[in-house]
């Protein structure tokens, strides 16, 4: 019951910026976790962020100092600020969701391309 749309990807040349964001629509517990993952071509996907309802969220190693990610709880709205993009920042960024109550739900996945 929980959509997610997700909007910001595009082209950009290395050390460029670009924010993603995703918006969940639907059954929503208070509780729960939205993140982004990402899929670069000929890779398997790996977490990029997660952001819990609470306070606490993470970022992988690879991306910190560059990436933040944030919620706007009020929106059911988490970003993904990007900066000092790399070359194999590229790939397709998937928002998700999920909760206790046995939600899991993916966005379609927006493309982020950085190229000279």
């Known amino acids: 019951q929980v959509h997610l749309v997700e909007s910001g990807g595009g082209m950009v040349q290395p050390g460029g910026s670009l924010r993603l964001s995703c918006t969940a629509f639907?059954?929503?517990?208070?509780?729960?976790?939205m993140g982004w993952y990402r899929q670069a071509p000929g890779k398997q996907r790996e977490l990029v962020a997660d952001s819990p309802s609470g306070r606490n969220r993470a970022i992988t190693d690879s991306v910190k100092g560059r990436f933040a990610i944030s919620r706007d709880n009020a929106k059911n709205t988490v970003y993904l600020e990007m900066n000092s993009l790399k070359l194999e920042d590229t790939g397709v960024y998937s928002c998700?969701?999920?909760?206790?109550?046995?939600?899991?739900?993916w966005g379609q996945g927006t493309q982020v391309t950085v190229s000279s």
């Open positions: 639907g059954s929503i517990a208070s509780i729960n976790v």
């Open positions: 998700n969701y999920r909760d206790t109550g046995g939600q899991n739900a």
